[in-house]
């Protein structure tokens, strides 16, 4: 089976020292591990430490930097929780908004993602490990509801559910989102903006952490979107538009993800 992937697990939070251990590294000339992908725990510290409260965008700009370490960046398996961490919905104090963030963040960025069960409705659990691990609802005949149907799901669950409904297909179907690079710009004023680029498409996401809304001048992007450029809203109402004065506005606390044409 030689398209099989397998997926090391080495718990190391420092993309420098997590490197070396995957396949063909730049940084271990002793040693081989044929690894052609690791569990990125480096990205998985940044994505924690942005989701709890006053966390900042800079976390995830910052360990993205240090994606040169790796021999393949874009085969390392990212995620925001797993059975042995908090869920981010713990880490980020029920806080949705932010949670909303690193999902867009995780479903947008390079690598390939996991989704651990209960996230997509928004799961909190707990510190210990039953709590880490605790049973989703409707799984078992015990349950007293059926989370796996609209009607068994709370409005806040189905609200966050068709949230990451929505960004999963959005990453189908646009293959930037999954194989594309990355130019990304340091976060000022909590606002991350980054394009994913392949040969076929340009995608603009912008990660708005602040508590206003926000006017993005596309001139400043100039040298790699072009001059007034053509802009498809894909979060939103994804329909073909120019942008007044080249300006795009975000809500606070909120992202957007748009293609340029």
Not at 38 to 45: E, K, N, T
Not at 175 to 203: A, C, M, Q, T, W
Not at 248 to 255: F, G, H, I, T
Request: hydrophobic share 35%; proline share 5%.
């Amino acid at each position: 089976y030689p398209e099989f992937n397998i997926t090391g697990e080495v718990w190391i939070e420092d993309p420098a020292l997590l490197a070396p251990y995957q396949g063909n590294s730049k940084l271990n000339n002793k040693l081989n591990t044929n690894l052609p992908s690791l569990i990125d725990f480096g990205l998985y510290r940044a994505i924690r430490n942005f989701a709890k409260p006053n966390g900042s965008l800079n976390n995830l700009y910052e360990t993205l930097a240090k994606d040169f370490l790796y021999s393949d960046p874009n085969n390392l398996l990212i995620f925001t929780d797993n059975h042995d961490v908090e869920r981010l919905m713990y880490t980020a104090e029920e806080d949705i908004s932010k949670f909303k963030l690193a999902i867009t963040f995780l479903l947008t960025t390079r690598g390939i993602p996991q989704i651990y069960y209960g996230t997509e409705i928004g799961m909190v659990g707990g510190r210990s490990h039953g709590e880490l691990r605790e049973e989703f609802p409707g799984g078992f005949p015990k349950h007293k509801r059926n989370a796996f149907t609209e009607d068994g799901r709370t409005e806040t669950e189905n609200q966050i559910y068709h949230f990451i409904k929505n960004l999963i297909q959005l990453r189908k179907n646009h293959s930037s989102l999954r194989h594309g690079g990355i130019i990304h710009f340091p976060p000022k004023d909590e606002v991350y903006i980054y394009f994913r680029i392949d040969d076929n498409e340009k995608v603009l996401v912008v990660l708005n952490n602040g508590g206003h809304k926000i006017n993005i001048d596309l001139k400043s992007f100039s040298k790699i979107i072009g001059n007034n450029p053509k802009v498809v809203d894909l979060w939103e109402i994804q329909n073909e538009m120019y942008i007044n004065n080249s300006v795009l506005e975000l809500a606070s606390n909120s992202s957007g993800i748009f293609l340029i044409k």
